[in-house]
């Protein structure tokens, strides 16, 4: 299994960035994906979720600005991330399982810095 992150980059505050998660090998259909960051010296936040079917959560800190979505038939999810602000600035890492005691899968992750 893989698990690929892409669309980081730096961009100024007010800015838009889309982050792609695209998933191998694995019924993407049947998993909850979330999506995670950490800033330099912080720990792991939970950013938002997605689950199989559709429902979506978010962070008080992203909620309104951020939206999570999926194409199962592209194995993929996706973080639309507007009105970036420079507390964004983290990395943004991805997350799949099936339920909470399944083995998990994790990204490498991708870099989004936000300038004021």
């Known amino acids: 299994v893989t698990v690929e992150e892409s669309g980081g980059g730096l961009v100024q505050s007010g800015g838009s960035l889309r982050l792609s998660c695209v998933f191998s090998?694995?019924?993407?259909?049947?998993?909850?994906v979330q999506w995670y960051r950490q800033r330099p010296g912080e720990q792991r936040e939970w950013v938002s979720e997605i689950t199989s079917g559709g429902t979506t959560k978010y962070a008080d800190s992203v909620e309104g600005r951020f939206t999570i979505s999926r194409d199962n038939p592209k194995n993929t999810v996706y973080l639309q991330m507007n009105n970036l602000k420079p507390e964004d600035t983290a990395v943004y890492s991805c997350k799949g399982f099936r339920h909470a005691f399944s083995r998990a899968y994790w990204g490498q992750g991708t870099q989004v810095t936000v300038s004021s």
């Open positions: 090998d694995i019924v993407f259909s049947a998993h909850i």
